[in-house]
């Protein structure tokens, strides 16, 4: 069974703080790796996905990624009360299975102004 | 340019009703998912098509579920009959056949069974 594991949260932290996801996956062999933010109620939306070793920055976003120790990582830089929400990782599995997204359970991020 | 289109937004049903889900997808997207989520589950995909082709329908818990694309631009996911273990959101998704595979959802049926 392959897998993609996350904290559940809840991730407190102060607004302007930086708020650190993290996420582990089992598939050696994934190749894509993508965040997407929901609010409560709604539709998971993209926000970054990167599929090469090292950071990738988008905005406040900045996503990392460690393909050796199998965790991607994201970070919110300048956090703010909008940004409350749960935070999807989600992740491409090899060879056949490579269109399909395995997502883990998410984590829910608290900024508290 | 519109986003995946669901219908309906909210389902109340009785058990043992059939229950029908709709979605459009994006415009050029040749590629479509049908998602479940819940609190203890989290977001688990049930079907998906290439070119309007089921390519794996391993996550379709029982034969009570069941779906369709008999064109690019329509699936449907069928329930019948329902049972109050079925309650969940219910996402569609697409995304091209090119690019780094992302995919984007729709607003999601949240579907009751009682």
């Known amino acids: 069974q392959k897998e993609v594991e996350q904290n559940s949260g809840p991730l407190s932290v102060p607004e302007g703080a930086i708020a650190s996801l993290n996420c582990t996956y089992s598939d050696r062999g994934s190749q894509s790796f993508f965040w997407y933010r929901q609010y409560s109620g709604k539709s998971p939306e993209l926000i970054m996905f990167?599929?090469?070793?090292g950071d990738k920055e988008d905005g406040r976003f900045t996503a990392q990624l460690n393909k050796a120790s199998q965790y991607v990582s994201l970070l919110i830089r300048d956090s703010q009360p909008s940004d409350s929400a749960t935070y999807l990782c989600a992740v491409t599995l090899s060879g056949a299975g490579s269109y399909q997204l395995t997502f883990g359970k998410g984590t829910k991020l608290s900024v508290i102004p | 340019d519109a986003g995946v289109i669901q219908s309906p937004r909210h389902e109340v049903t009785e058990m043992g009703q059939e229950v029908t889900l709709r979605c459009k997808p994006i415009s050029g997207h040749n590629s479509l998912f049908w998602y479940r989520q819940t609190m203890m589950r989290g977001l688990e995909l049930l079907i998906y098509?290439?070119?309007?082709?089921?390519?794996?329908d391993s996550g379709m818990p029982e034969d009570r579920f069941s779906a369709k694309m008999p064109n690019a631009s329509f699936s449907t996911l069928k329930i019948q009959p329902s049972e109050p273990r079925d309650s969940a959101v219910y996402f569609c998704?697409?995304?091209?056949?090119?690019?780094?595979?992302?995919?984007?959802f729709g607003p999601g049926t949240r579907l009751t069974v009682t």
């Open positions: 998704a697409s995304r091209t056949g090119t690019g780094v595979y992302e995919q984007y």
């Open positions: 098509f290439n070119n309007n082709v089921p390519i794996d």
């Open positions: 990167i599929y090469s070793n």
